[in-house]
């Protein structure tokens, strides 16, 4: 599909009205606990614009015990994508996502449908050959392609927007990157070409440009999914956390509301759940942060991310009914190792200053994703440990195409299909030994859940140094603990050790959680996983 054919997309998309339900502004997150919100120290919404301009709809827990041809745990674009093409062909599907769909990493993407994906077919080309790149390549041009059909076919009115993606250099010692970058894209056959400038009010140093990419309003899209998938066939489960899955014939998925036996289970929880191959070890979690900003000018025409060590990423949003914004994002850092997140936000607002007049900052939110070693996604079955079992996972960051990818992928191989991409994204393509170790070198003793009796002056005196709305890992009477402290000034103390494999955490002060260093697990301020991998909450301490 050519960038003209994908203009006719959005031209031809009818507007549909999604259930029918109201556009509920939300004041804040909806799926933060009361408690945990953020404080209001940073300007705008905490929360993404496409929650924030999306019905919020419910899907029912699940209850007792039931049966599913497949059973998909996890509601984002990988998860909804996998589902809706399993029903098309007439499988009966059970969806499971432990809090909202669409809320989760999905929910907080900048949405950007691109095959651009930084400094990437340059490298692939060295390290993975032609063949290889060039299937990557076509896998993610044909997600855009298959995006803008489902678009057209279902007529969903999710504000798609076609426009060229940049990848841009802002010093002359990243220009040849860049210039590598157009020379491996023609050599695969990409739209791309060279350009000294584009149409950006900071200067650069030349860009690679590709045609043909697109935005749209991922919640928007992914509504009218989860509208299809449970018409009939599909059933969506939500508040229902999966905390084990069994495999065998029929594999059993057991969440905290009741089990599911399936013939195949899609483990889509952007870190997986269950990971007999050890792949954590091979993954590496990263958080960045975005600003919605509304300014006084245009916002600049196309999708735009910089080959800096550390990036920036910028892309317009267009709402018919509330005018442009522009997403403003960066200050990509380790999961669990950013410090003061406050801070990160406004490096953001002053970095972004420096070059566009800024009307107002409506929304700020954060996201984060993983990356596989050879920065190629796992998208497969879990075979020798599995062949019923299957994952989509380390995305780096591209979820728009590599989600649609996982969903055609993952419902190829379910229905037995052929597929030309299983061996690019197979999880067992490193020959990862079933004993891989752990990149994990901290302790995993678990805490003491204890602390009682009388606390010692210095424990309350560093009880009493936290600041309302403020965590800390303090020490308690000779006990670690993770300490939060409401606004109300009521103290809320938790195990510091993360559930899933003992790493300590850290408290994240923009998004008031706490965030484990070692593969993303989070936590909201009182303890509960918002977060995979870890299934389990953090143990209270009594004080
Ligand atoms: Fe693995 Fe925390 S996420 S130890």
Same mark, same amino acid.
Not at 335 to 347: H, S
């Given at each position: 599909m050519n960038y003209k054919e994908l203009r006719l997309v959005i031209n031809s998309a009818k507007k549909r009205c999604i259930r029918s339900l109201t556009c509920r502004l939300h004041g804040n997150s909806p799926y933060m606990d009361e408690i945990c919100q953020p404080s209001g120290r940073l300007p705008g919404k905490p929360v993404s614009l496409w929650? $924030? !301009?999306?019905? %919020?709809? &419910?899907?029912?827990?699940?209850?007792? $015990? !039931?049966?599913? %041809?497949? &059973?998909i745990v996890g509601g984002g674009i990988a998860g909804l994508t996998s589902a809706l093409l399993l029903k098309r062909a007439g499988l009966k599907v059970t969806l499971v996502e432990s809090r909202r769909i669409i809320s989760g990493v999905t929910g907080y993407t900048t949405a950007k449908i691109t095959l651009a994906h930084g400094i990437c077919y340059s490298r692939m080309l060295n390290k993975l050959g032609q063949e290889q790149a060039g299937l990557y390549a076509d896998a993610n041009r044909t997600a855009i392609e298959r995006v803008a059909s489902f678009i057209m076919q279902m007529n969903i009115a999710c504000d798609f927007t076609p426009l060229p993606a940049y990848i841009y250099a802002v010093t002359e010692d990243k220009e040849a990157e860049i210039e590598a970058e157009v020379r491996a894209g023609e050599k695969l056959g990409l739209a791309v070409s060279y350009v000294d400038t584009a149409p950006l009010p900071l200067p650069i140093k030349g860009a690679a440009c590709f045609d043909g990419q697109a935005y749209f309003h991922p919640r928007k899209y992914l509504l009218a999914f989860a509208d299809e998938i449970t018409n009939e066939n599909g059933r969506i489960f939500e508040k229902t956390r999966?905390?084990?899955?069994?495999?065998?014939?029929?594999?059993?998925?057991?969440?905290?509301?009741?089990?599911?036996?399936?013939?195949?289970?899609?483990?889509?929880?952007?870190?997986?759940?269950?990971?007999?191959?050890?792949?954590f070890a091979h993954l590496t979690s990263v958080r960045s942060y975005v600003l919605g900003l509304r300014l006084k000018n245009r916002s600049p025409q196309g999708l735009f991310y910089s080959n800096e060590e550390h990036f920036h990423s910028l892309r317009p949003h267009y709402l018919t009914d509330n005018g442009t914004y522009l997403l403003a994002g960066g200050e990509e850092h380790h999961a669990g190792q950013g410090g003061d997140t406050i801070q990160r936000y406004k490096n953001l607002e002053s970095y972004y200053r420096g070059f566009f007049d800024i009307e107002s900052i409506d929304y700020h939110w954060s996201a984060q994703d993983n990356k596989s070693a050879d920065l190629i996604p796992f998208i497969g079955s879990l075979a020798p440990a599995s062949d019923r079992i299957f994952i989509a996972t380390g995305?780096?960051?591209?979820?728009?195409?590599?989600?649609?990818?996982?969903?055609?992928?993952?419902?190829?191989?379910?229905?037995?299909?052929?597929n030309p991409w299983k061996n690019l994204y197979s999880p067992v393509r490193l020959n990862l030994p079933a004993s891989a170790k752990s990149i994990v070198g901290q302790n995993i003793q678990t805490a003491k859940h204890l602390i009682g009796g009388h606390l010692s002056e210095e424990s309350i005196k560093s009880l009493a140094e936290i600041g309302k709305g403020e965590g800390k890992v303090i020490e308690i009477d000779g006990e670690k603990a993770a300490v939060y402290k409401d606004k109300q000034g009521k103290i809320h103390a938790l195990s510091p050790l993360c559930t899933h494999m003992g790493c300590m955490l850290s408290w994240n002060p923009a998004e008031k959680t706490w965030d484990c260093p070692c593969h993303g697990s989070r936590y909201t301020c009182d303890g509960k996983v918002i977060h995979a991998p870890t299934v389990k909450d953090l143990a209270r301490i009594e004080l």
């Amino acid at each position: 599909m050519n960038y003209k054919e994908l203009r006719l997309v959005i031209n031809s998309a009818k507007k549909r009205c999604i259930r029918s339900l109201t556009c509920r502004l939300h004041g804040n997150s909806p799926y933060m606990d009361e408690i945990c919100q953020p404080s209001g120290r940073l300007p705008g919404k905490p929360v993404s614009l496409w929650i $924030d !301009t999306t019905p %919020d709809i &419910a899907f029912p827990c699940l209850e007792g $015990d !039931t049966d599913a %041809d497949v &059973a998909i745990v996890g509601g984002g674009i990988a998860g909804l994508t996998s589902a809706l093409l399993l029903k098309r062909a007439g499988l009966k599907v059970t969806l499971v996502e432990s809090r909202r769909i669409i809320s989760g990493v999905t929910g907080y993407t900048t949405a950007k449908i691109t095959l651009a994906h930084g400094i990437c077919y340059s490298r692939m080309l060295n390290k993975l050959g032609q063949e290889q790149a060039g299937l990557y390549a076509d896998a993610n041009r044909t997600a855009i392609e298959r995006v803008a059909s489902f678009i057209m076919q279902m007529n969903i009115a999710c504000d798609f927007t076609p426009l060229p993606a940049y990848i841009y250099a802002v010093t002359e010692d990243k220009e040849a990157e860049i210039e590598a970058e157009v020379r491996a894209g023609e050599k695969l056959g990409l739209a791309v070409s060279y350009v000294d400038t584009a149409p950006l009010p900071l200067p650069i140093k030349g860009a690679a440009c590709f045609d043909g990419q697109a935005y749209f309003h991922p919640r928007k899209y992914l509504l009218a999914f989860a509208d299809e998938i449970t018409n009939e066939n599909g059933r969506i489960f939500e508040k229902t956390r999966a905390i084990n899955i069994e495999e065998g014939n029929p594999s059993i998925v057991r969440t905290d509301r009741g089990t599911i036996r399936a013939q195949a289970v899609i483990i889509a929880t952007n870190y997986p759940i269950f990971d007999p191959l050890k792949l954590f070890a091979h993954l590496t979690s990263v958080r960045s942060y975005v600003l919605g900003l509304r300014l006084k000018n245009r916002s600049p025409q196309g999708l735009f991310y910089s080959n800096e060590e550390h990036f920036h990423s910028l892309r317009p949003h267009y709402l018919t009914d509330n005018g442009t914004y522009l997403l403003a994002g960066g200050e990509e850092h380790h999961a669990g190792q950013g410090g003061d997140t406050i801070q990160r936000y406004k490096n953001l607002e002053s970095y972004y200053r420096g070059f566009f007049d800024i009307e107002s900052i409506d929304y700020h939110w954060s996201a984060q994703d993983n990356k596989s070693a050879d920065l190629i996604p796992f998208i497969g079955s879990l075979a020798p440990a599995s062949d019923r079992i299957f994952i989509a996972t380390g995305f780096k960051g591209w979820g728009m195409t590599h989600g649609t990818i996982a969903g055609m992928l993952l419902s190829d191989l379910i229905l037995g299909r052929s597929n030309p991409w299983k061996n690019l994204y197979s999880p067992v393509r490193l020959n990862l030994p079933a004993s891989a170790k752990s990149i994990v070198g901290q302790n995993i003793q678990t805490a003491k859940h204890l602390i009682g009796g009388h606390l010692s002056e210095e424990s309350i005196k560093s009880l009493a140094e936290i600041g309302k709305g403020e965590g800390k890992v303090i020490e308690i009477d000779g006990e670690k603990a993770a300490v939060y402290k409401d606004k109300q000034g009521k103290i809320h103390a938790l195990s510091p050790l993360c559930t899933h494999m003992g790493c300590m955490l850290s408290w994240n002060p923009a998004e008031k959680t706490w965030d484990c260093p070692c593969h993303g697990s989070r936590y909201t301020c009182d303890g509960k996983v918002i977060h995979a991998p870890t299934v389990k909450d953090l143990a209270r301490i009594e004080l």
